[in-house]
């Protein structure tokens, strides 16, 4: 089997800067207070000073997903500006991060909370597939509209749908779905309303993953 290529010169290089400029206390603190969720503080162990001591900020974020060291790394440095887009996509190929559509969206279902394919039509929460038929249009669209628009921060109503639907459409599917014993409590209870006739949900856009129906069969994940 042909092994990796190994990370260049260059490369290496620029993950040992970027490693230094996020190993501080301010970091950390910052991931904590404006990034990570209730749930991943808890997964922490809930107490900053334990959870910094134990690792730093780097080792805090590879706990949180679940991923490598070297791209923790990577996603602090590119979450506090201290790389470029650029830079973070050479870094990933770099130390073999990349992953292509089909196992981005495999190592999605493990690491992320909601995670949504359009080719296949299946949905999953915390790493469970929701068990509905998503086959059923109206049921689909909803679902994915949610998430789609929680994925850039906003909310859904009537409108998002088309056509003339009635100004209650967003509570009746809600409710509908509720209805299923395959429907998750947990995500039913994070659909809120927001206003009359509109609901949001609300996850973490981060923790939020779609992955689309592209030409030939194959899905490419869709980001706003």
Known sequence: ???????????????????????????AYDLWVEVFSENQKQR?????????????????????????EVRAVI???????????????WLLVEAGELLDADAAYDDAILRNELVLNSLTREVYWMGEPIEVDWSHEAKWSFIWELAKHAKTGLPIDNTTFGGRKSTDY??????????LESFPIDLEDAIKVVAKGTQKLMVDAREIRLFEHYVGGEIREWTP
């Open 44 to 68: 922490l162990g809930g107490d900053f000073d334990a959870a910094y001591a134990d690792g730093g900020s780097i080792k805090m974020w590879s706990r949180v997903y679940g991923c490598t």
């Open 170 to 179: 967003v509570s009746k599917m809600k409710s509908e779905l509720g209805k």
């Open 75 to 89: 996603e602090i440095a590119y979450l506090f500006n201290f790389l470029t887009p650029h830079y973070r996509k």
């Open 1 to 27: 089997m042909e092994q990796a290529k190994a990370p260049s010169e260059k490369a290496i290089e620029k993950l040992r800067e970027a490693a230094l400029r996020i190993r501080t206390p301010n970091t």
